[in-house]
Nanobody
Framework: QVQLGESGGGSVQAGGSLRLSCAAS????????MGWYRQAPGKEREGVAT????????YYADSVKGRFIISRDNVKNTLYLQMNSLASEDTGTYYC??????????????????????YGQGTQVTVSS
């Protein structure tokens, strides 16, 4: 049974930084494509960033490009999202997700928040201006 658990959310002032973590259980973590997505109140879910199993490929939403960095540690089975220069528009619940399907790399660039195999419970990020 695969489980994903996010941590690292909180409240921060605009311009600040946060680092989210997503700990994963389960075998073959290094073969999974992983992603972060977020949902703000009253808005649709938005894909934020995705990363391939070996970490060589990463994709970002235009809204976070240059400010957020997705990374992973396949020894610790942990996914990260370093968020810098945070703005009020970044407020929302952030979720990590795992795509364990074959050829998941082909889906990375879509940045779609749907289609993953497993989802975490989310961590809240609040940015005050």
């Amino acid at each position: 049974q695969v489980q994903l658990g996010e941590s690292g959310g909180g409240s921060v002032q605009a311009g600040g930084s946060l680092r989210l973590s997503c700990a994963a259980s389960g075998e073959s973590y290094s073969t999974w494509c992983m992603g972060w997505y977020r949902q703000a109140p009253g808005k649709e879910r938005e894909g934020v960033a995705t990363i391939s199993g070996n970490g060589d490929s990463a994709y970002y939403a235009d809204s976070v490009k240059g400010r957020f960095i997705i990374s992973r540690d396949n020894v610790k089975n942990t996914l990260y999202l370093q968020m810098n220069s945070l703005a009020s528009e970044d407020t929302g619940t952030y979720y990590c997700a795992a795509d364990t399907g074959s050829r998941c790399n082909l889906r990375l660039s879509r940045l779609s928040p749907s289609g993953y195999t497993y989802y975490g419970q989310g961590t809240q990020v609040t940015v005050s201006s």
